[in-house]
């Protein structure tokens, strides 16, 4: 035999028997439902995209069989079901799905979803213009944008002036029912983010304390440091009549303090809310009121449960522009 066929038939014999190594077995074929009172046209798009690795029904082609493509899908498969599963779409709360279809949103416009590498070989998973016009549509639907009147408008602007002037605050703000104190200076912190989240009709501002800000800087945020505290604000959308949208009533404020250690029955973190313009600490009758909070953090548990990340800093903009 020729020496090239030679070597042919040994790279196959080794091939074959790969095939006996197989990846642990998990559930490839439990049907998912459609999400409940999402137009059909969104759930096609989701279920065609990333139902494969975020549901119980993954449709595996045949090249995902072979080993050892095998191992690398079933290991998105398990990491993707932890962040987001939606087969359990109808044990979630509304606010839930809703925050949960902005997010999808979000990772879909970054480029992040689907998996790039995954992408590439199943293109019925990419998304073309018109299928995330059509999301994002969706999303906007869940909290139609209505123009207010003046009255509102001008409360509005009397209530966030109060805000700037730190009068909002009251003599006294209560503890959490978790023993959290409440932070009364987190205004004068950095911001290092804000969204807009178009899913519920409101505006937010992600305050960090000095921990946190150095912990950006040192580039060491994954986990964050003990110390570590984030602030929260969220305002109600104002739509004026020419459509631009400014703050409008204040709803909460919410912390998230880390220890590590101290709060490792919740992720690390000590959670906190702070409701209306009257801060009226939040959880009070939902004993485990926590858990509310993890769960919908969960999809960036491997991000140490914080969502923002921060964009831009200008220590970071300095190095670039030096370089
Ligand atoms: C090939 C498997 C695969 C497909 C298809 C896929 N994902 Fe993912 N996804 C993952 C994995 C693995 C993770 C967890 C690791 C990570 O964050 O990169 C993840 C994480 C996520 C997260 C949490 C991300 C974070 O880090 O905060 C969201 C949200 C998400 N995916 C949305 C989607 C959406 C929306 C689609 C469809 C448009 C999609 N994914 C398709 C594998 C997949
Ligand atoms: C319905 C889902 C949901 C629930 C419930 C929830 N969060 Fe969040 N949280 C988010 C999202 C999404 C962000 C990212 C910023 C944004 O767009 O609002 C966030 C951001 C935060 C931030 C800023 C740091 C970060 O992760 O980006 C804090 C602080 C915070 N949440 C505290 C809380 C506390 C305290 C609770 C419980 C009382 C809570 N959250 C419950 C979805 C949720």
Same mark, same amino acid.
């Given at each position: 035999?020729?020496?090239?066929?030679?070597?042919? !038939?040994?790279?196959?014999?080794?091939?074959?028997?790969?095939? =006996?190594?197989?990846?642990?077995?998990?559930?490839?074929?439990?049907?998912?439902?459609?999400?409940?009172?999402?137009?059909?046209?969104?759930?096609?798009?989701?279920? #065609?995209?990333? =139902?494969?690795?975020?549901?119980?029904?993954?449709?595996?082609?045949?090249?995902? @069989?072979?080993?050892?493509?095998?191992?690398?899908?079933?290991?998105?498969?398990?990491?993707?079901?932890?962040?987001?599963? =939606?087969? %359990?779409?109808?044990?979630?709360?509304?606010?839930? %799905?809703?925050?949960?279809?902005?997010?999808?949103?979000?990772?879909?416009?970054?480029?992040? *979803?689907?998996?790039? #590498?995954?992408?590439?070989?199943?293109?019925?998973?990419?998304?073309?213009?018109?299928?995330?016009?059509?999301?994002?549509?969706?999303?906007?639907?869940?909290?139609?944008?209505?123009?207010?009147?003046?009255? %509102?408008?001008?409360?509005?602007?009397?209530?966030?002036?109060?805000?700037?002037?730190?009068?909002?605050?009251?003599?006294?703000?209560?503890?959490?029912? /978790?023993?959290?104190?409440?932070?009364?200076?987190?205004? /004068?912190? +950095?911001?290092?983010?804000?969204?807009?989240?178009?899913?519920? &009709?409101?505006?937010?501002?992600?305050?960090?304390?000095?921990?946190?800000?150095?912990?950006?800087?040192?580039?060491?945020?994954?986990?964050?440091?003990?110390?570590?505290?984030?602030? @929260?604000?969220?305002?109600?959308?104002?739509? %004026?009549?020419?459509?631009?949208?400014?703050?409008?009533?204040?709803?909460?404020?919410? =912390? *998230?303090?880390?220890?590590?250690?101290?709060?490792?029955?919740?992720?690390?973190?000590?959670?906190?809310?702070?409701?209306?313009?009257?801060? +009226?600490?939040?959880? &009070?009758?939902?004993?485990?009121?926590?858990?509310?909070?993890?769960?919908?953090?969960?999809?960036?548990?491997?991000?140490?449960?914080?969502?923002?990340?921060? !964009?831009? !800093?200008?220590?970071?903009?300095?190095?670039?522009?030096?370089?």
């Amino acid at each position: 035999m020729k020496k090239k066929n030679k070597l042919i !038939l040994v790279l196959l014999a080794g091939f074959v028997s790969l095939q =006996f190594f197989r990846p642990e077995k998990i559930d490839y074929g439990t049907k998912t439902q459609n999400l409940t009172n999402v137009p059909k046209e969104v759930n096609t798009i989701l279920r #065609s995209s990333c =139902f494969d690795c975020h549901s119980s029904q993954t449709n595996l082609r045949w090249y995902d @069989k072979i080993t050892p493509a095998n191992f690398l899908v079933t290991s998105h498969i398990k990491e993707a079901r932890k962040v987001l599963d =939606f087969s %359990q779409w109808d044990s979630w709360p509304k606010a839930q %799905q809703n925050s949960t279809i902005y997010y999808v949103i979000n990772k879909v416009l970054s480029g992040e *979803m689907p998996l790039p #590498s995954y992408a590439a070989v199943h293109s019925s998973a990419k998304l073309n213009q018109e299928q995330i016009q059509t999301l994002k549509n969706y999303a906007l639907s869940l909290a139609p944008r209505k123009a207010s009147g003046d009255s %509102q408008i001008k409360e509005a602007e009397e209530q966030y002036n109060s805000w700037v002037k730190g009068e909002l605050k009251k003599t006294h703000v209560e503890d959490a029912p /978790n023993g959290q104190h409440y932070f009364p200076d987190y205004r /004068n912190w +950095k911001a290092i983010s804000t969204t807009d989240r178009f899913d519920n &009709g409101t505006m937010r501002i992600i305050f960090g304390n000095t921990i946190a800000i150095k912990a950006i800087q040192d580039h060491k945020v994954n986990p964050w440091p003990d110390g570590t505290v984030f602030a @929260k604000t969220v305002w109600k959308q104002q739509v %004026q009549k020419d459509g631009s949208i400014f703050s409008g009533e204040f709803l909460a404020v919410e =912390f *998230m303090v880390k220890d590590a250690k101290k709060y490792s029955k919740t992720k690390g973190w000590n959670w906190a809310r702070w409701k209306g313009a009257d801060l +009226k600490p939040y959880g &009070g009758d939902t004993p485990n009121f926590e858990q509310e909070c993890i769960q919908c953090h969960k999809p960036v548990a491997n991000r140490d449960y914080v969502f923002t990340s921060p !964009l831009y !800093l200008i220590s970071q903009l300095k190095k670039i522009q030096t370089k």
